[in-house]
């Protein structure tokens, strides 16, 4: 990817919610101008959510999630609605289509309304209604909102919805700062980037690129380097740098050869902080101490990658554990939407920076965690724990 594209993470979460053939494909395709969603008379066209990253004027870069109906039917029907109900976790903002009774519309706004996330109420197909007027009372009557009348299929009352969802942005979307106040412009910063397995030949990985983009958007100076290359890099600058941010994995050997006067901190103690709860997952890295041989450990990935040999996640982190614990320490492994709902089984999780999800999606774990009091914390500061230089570092 360029440093240009924005990553689906970073991008506004639109959720389509309704009832089969009730015009949520058609609404992304009159939203966006484009044909970008398959649409059909035939209800049930939508099988499994969609997701079309799009820009649009005034909102910026986005991501619609296309749903099935939430009506479907039979073995495979109920199967859909799960994965509907699993999309809930990554919206920042809600289209429910309004249907002819309600009943589910409603137990819907109930769902929605306890993940506290905005909805846009759609009155659609406004041009084959017989009595739009009457409609619109008997929703606002059972919801206490006014729906928005629009015919996606004529591309009427668009602007109104592009202006609702305006409305509807959280007030603090886009506004995290991935390295937050730790440097200002003009502040030399060293990336420390070992290009190992993980690292796709002739690329960056996402982390990277991101945190890179954001030292140039605030005109630092930046210096990268690959970790064998660190006491030469070192000593060809003519100052300490003000900042040097590592690949986790390596903390330790660049802790111990970096400057006195320079903060040190991680690709993923930064993604900590801003995709998730920082104080929290410092809180829960002391958890790892109590653990004995009898524990169970749960690692999470985002990313649905096939395992590699030193896998961060799967093999560096699980040894380290066993290092500090000793044999026996059972540790479950998942990747991408598989996250279990009941944590109860497990004494700590220690979840990967989630740079491929939205904060949304990685806040609703961390809730999910909280409820059921399991301590949850990232690969960086487990990391950084473990090596014994937690409180030495940059969060």
Not at 93 to 99: D, E, P
Request: proline share 4%.
């Amino acid at each position: 990817m360029s440093l240009n594209d924005t990553p689906y993470s970073n991008r506004l979460h639109i959720l389509l919610l309704g009832r089969r053939n009730c015009g949520k494909s058609s609404m992304i395709n009159a939203l966006t101008g484009q044909d970008v969603a398959l649409v059909s008379d035939v209800a049930g066209t939508t099988t499994d959510p969609v997701m079309k990253s799009m820009e649009i004027h005034g909102i910026g870069p986005c991501l619609f999630i296309d749903t099935p109906g939430f009506d479907d039917e039979g073995t495979l029907g109920i199967q859909r609605v799960k994965r509907t109900e699993k999309a809930l976790e990554k919206a920042d903002i809600a289209l429910l289509f309004c249907g002819e009774d309600m009943q589910q519309e409603l137990q819907w706004m109930k769902r929605l309304e306890a993940k506290k996330i905005p909805i846009i109420l759609l009155l659609n197909k406004a041009d084959i209604l017989s009595d739009v007027h009457k409609a619109v009372m008997n929703i606002k009557e059972l919801c206490c909102v006014k729906p928005l009348v629009v015919s996606a299929k004529q591309k009427r009352g668009m602007e109104e919805v592009r202006q609702a969802i305006i409305e509807k942005m959280p007030e603090d979307f886009g506004s995290q700062i991935i390295t937050q106040n730790l440097v200002g412009e003009g502040d030399l910063v060293l990336l420390v980037m070992p290009q190992d397995i993980q690292a796709p030949k002739g690329r960056l990985i996402l982390p990277q690129v991101q945190t890179m983009r954001e030292l140039l958007d605030k005109k630092c100076l930046v210096m990268c380097c690959t970790t064998d290359k660190l006491d030469s890099t070192l000593k060809a600058l003519s100052s300490a740098p003000n900042l040097i941010i590592t690949d986790s994995q390596v903390f330790k050997t660049v802790y111990e050869r970096k400057p006195v006067e320079s903060k040190l901190t991680s690709f993923s103690v930064l993604f900590a902080a801003y995709k998730g709860d920082i104080d929290y997952f410092v809180k829960s890295a002391a958890t790892i101490g109590q653990l004995t041989s009898k524990s169970r450990v749960l690692i999470a990935e985002a990313c649905t990658h096939a395992p590699l040999n030193e896998d961060i996640g799967r093999v560096k982190i699980p040894r380290l554990l066993a290092e500090k614990i000793g044999d026996g320490l059972h540790i479950d492994i998942t990747a991408g939407s598989d996250f279990p709902e009941d944590l109860s089984k497990y004494d700590l999780v220690i979840h990967c920076g989630a740079c491929m999800f939205n904060r949304k999606f990685m806040l609703s774990r961390l809730q999910q965690a909280r409820r059921q009091h399991i301590p949850m914390t990232n690969y960086g500061i487990a990391l950084a724990w473990l090596n014994g230089i937690l409180d030495k570092i940059e969060l």
